[in-house]
């Protein structure tokens, strides 16, 4: 689940691409602007496996009760609920939103308390496959190199506000762990479709990508005095650190084509059509890169650091029928309660081509934001089972659940794929206690089907 919300924030920035190169005439550019606020909205949902009774993030069981008992809950113990990794490994998982992930921590300098003490803590000298065994043979504590979902870590030091940390380890692990002299033959662990050579690569050039998704590169310290990439357009990107050294191993300061410099991240549009990054290197920390306006981006914003964690979309109808603060209806007899079991695998389908669908809310007016449509029928993808898919409808609120207002409006949609998800931004959001979505027409069939209905607020 952290991994896909990593992958939810890279579907975010294709979309936030797609509508800013798109003409904003054009039809597809609304739902590109849907699916960014939507994707990026679920990037943020890894604050929902964050378990506040341990510290880290952990599994949940699917009444949503937390899986380990607080008592017994050892991060350092590989397995369970992660995949070739600890609870450690994984308490840094959200790269995209560092400043978020900070929050979790009680802020920045929480954050940096967490690094230090992931950094300090022993590995565990017992192991069941390689991974755990190159990750004791590392000697950076819990930091296993050997493990690529952990090579984003040591650059996490960034959203800390203390980058010569980052600058320190990123060279301990450049110049002691890729010799072949102390462990490995030159890689410390798998080389996994080039990436272990990938992030020696971009470490020793001093930068890193580490907002995947994102066109923009996280600064480190560069291992050479010079190094030239030659670009695909015939332009060169020019690394200087002339001072550099084994000792001088930390930034002083850094310019770009001449002028100073002062972020900890860099936009790829500053480098791509030739560039000079030249560094001052020296051999004790200094205070460049540590100001709130050198952090590097975030879903969150820096100024908001210590003032909570994130606060993304919700459903906000999840789990209240069970509990009796909800209630689902449709004005064509069918199981509405499928619409809002959490799954695919039931499909609610009526015989009707313009049903409507009413849920209220017994605690009192929610304000939705966006909702989703699954589209239904059958796994199979058939001419047929597209007919059921609504093709136009309405969203609408109420107060009282007779008078209606009209929120959102859709005419011709379609849904290309079965079971396939689509994210509709509310066009006029309000707090009501009803919400109906009224379907008036499908696509030809003599039933209407969908999967799945989320109102998000």
């Given at each position: 689940a952290l991994e896909g919300y990593i992958n939810d924030f890279g579907i975010a920035m294709l979309a936030k691409?797609?509508?800013?190169?798109?003409?904003?005439?054009?039809?597809?550019?609304?739902?590109?602007?849907?699916?960014?606020?939507?994707?990026?909205?679920?990037?943020?949902?890894?604050?929902?496996?964050?378990?506040?009774?341990?510290?880290?993030?952990?599994?949940?069981?699917?009444?949503?009760?937390?899986r380990p008992d607080p008592d017994t809950f050892d991060p350092a113990e590989w397995w369970g609920d992660?995949?070739?990794?600890?609870?450690?490994?994984?308490?840094?998982?959200?790269?995209?939103?560092?400043?978020?992930?900070?929050?979790?921590?009680?802020?920045?300098?929480?954050?940096?308390?967490?690094?230090?003490?992931?950094f300090s803590t022993p590995e565990l000298n017992t192991g069941t496959i390689h991974e755990m065994r190159e990750a004791k043979d590392m000697r950076m504590g819990m930091y296993g190199h050997s493990n690529q979902p952990s090579h984003h870590i040591i650059y996490m030091y960034l959203y800390a506000g203390q980058p010569w940390k980052a600058q320190d380890k990123?060279?301990?692990?450049?110049?002691?762990?890729?010799?072949?002299?102390?462990?490995?033959?030159?890689?410390?662990?798998?080389?996994?479709?080039?990436?272990?050579?990938?992030?020696?690569?971009?470490?020793?050039?001093?930068?890193?990508?580490?907002?995947?998704?994102?066109?923009?590169?996280?600064?480190?310290?560069?291992?050479?005095?010079?190094?030239?990439?030659?670009?695909?357009?015939?332009?060169?990107?020019?690394?200087?650190?002339p001072n550099n050294s084994k000792e001088n191993r930390y930034v002083q300061s850094l310019k770009l084509n001449g002028v100073p410099y002062e972020k900890t991240w860099i936009r790829h549009e500053d480098l791509i059509n030739g560039a000079v990054l030249e560094f001052e290197m020296g051999p004790e920390p200094s205070d460049w890169g540590t100001g709130i306006d050198a952090l590097p981006p975030s879903i969150m914003p820096a100024e908001l650091d210590g003032a909570g964690p994130p606060q993304p979309l919700g459903d906000l109808t999840d789990g209240l029928i069970a509990t009796g603060r909800g209630t689902a209806t449709d004005s064509a007899g069918g199981d509405t309660q499928l619409l809002f079991d959490?799954?695919?695998?039931?499909?609610?389908?009526?015989?009707?081509?313009?049903?409507?669908?009413?849920?209220?809310?017994?605690?009192?007016?929610?304000?939705?934001?966006?909702?989703?449509?699954?589209?239904?029928?059958?796994?199979?993808?058939?001419?047929?089972?597209?007919?059921?898919?609504?093709?136009?409808?309405?969203?609408l609120g109420s107060h009282d659940g007779s008078e209606w207002t009209v929120l959102d409006e859709r005419q011709g949609e379609t849904f290309p794929w079965r079971l396939q998800t689509r994210a509709f931004s509310v066009q006029n959001p309000g707090e009501y206690k009803y919400y109906r979505l009224?379907?008036?027409?499908?696509?030809?069939?003599?039933?209407?089907s969908l999967a799945e209905v989320e109102l998000l607020g």
């Amino acid at each position: 689940a952290l991994e896909g919300y990593i992958n939810d924030f890279g579907i975010a920035m294709l979309a936030k691409a797609l509508a800013e190169k798109n003409d904003p005439d054009d039809p597809y550019t609304p739902y590109y602007e849907s699916d960014y606020r939507y994707f990026l909205s679920r990037a943020q949902n890894y604050v929902r496996l964050f378990n506040p009774h341990v510290g880290f993030f952990t599994g949940r069981l699917p009444s949503g009760e937390w899986r380990p008992d607080p008592d017994t809950f050892d991060p350092a113990e590989w397995w369970g609920d992660y995949t070739e990794t600890n609870a450690w490994n994984m308490a840094f998982h959200a790269p995209h939103d560092g400043q978020g992930l900070a929050n979790l921590y009680g802020g920045r300098a929480g954050l940096a308390r967490k690094l230090d003490e992931f950094f300090s803590t022993p590995e565990l000298n017992t192991g069941t496959i390689h991974e755990m065994r190159e990750a004791k043979d590392m000697r950076m504590g819990m930091y296993g190199h050997s493990n690529q979902p952990s090579h984003h870590i040591i650059y996490m030091y960034l959203y800390a506000g203390q980058p010569w940390k980052a600058q320190d380890k990123v060279r301990e692990v450049l110049e002691r762990l890729y010799i072949g002299s102390e462990v490995g033959q030159g890689y410390p662990g798998d080389e996994d479709n080039g990436e272990m050579s990938a992030w020696y690569i971009f470490s020793a050039l001093g930068l890193y990508p580490l907002r995947v998704g994102s066109p923009e590169y996280a600064i480190g310290a560069p291992l050479f005095r010079k190094a030239t990439v030659h670009l695909e357009n015939g332009k060169q990107l020019v690394i200087l650190a002339p001072n550099n050294s084994k000792e001088n191993r930390y930034v002083q300061s850094l310019k770009l084509n001449g002028v100073p410099y002062e972020k900890t991240w860099i936009r790829h549009e500053d480098l791509i059509n030739g560039a000079v990054l030249e560094f001052e290197m020296g051999p004790e920390p200094s205070d460049w890169g540590t100001g709130i306006d050198a952090l590097p981006p975030s879903i969150m914003p820096a100024e908001l650091d210590g003032a909570g964690p994130p606060q993304p979309l919700g459903d906000l109808t999840d789990g209240l029928i069970a509990t009796g603060r909800g209630t689902a209806t449709d004005s064509a007899g069918g199981d509405t309660q499928l619409l809002f079991d959490n799954t695919s695998d039931t499909r609610w389908t009526v015989s009707s081509t313009n049903p409507w669908i009413q849920f209220e809310f017994a605690d009192g007016p929610k304000r939705v934001e966006m909702y989703t449509l699954t589209s239904g029928v059958s796994a199979s993808d058939t001419a047929e089972s597209r007919s059921a898919d609504p093709r136009s409808w309405r969203l609408l609120g109420s107060h009282d659940g007779s008078e209606w207002t009209v929120l959102d409006e859709r005419q011709g949609e379609t849904f290309p794929w079965r079971l396939q998800t689509r994210a509709f931004s509310v066009q006029n959001p309000g707090e009501y206690k009803y919400y109906r979505l009224e379907i008036t027409e499908n696509n030809g069939h003599e039933t209407t089907s969908l999967a799945e209905v989320e109102l998000l607020g």
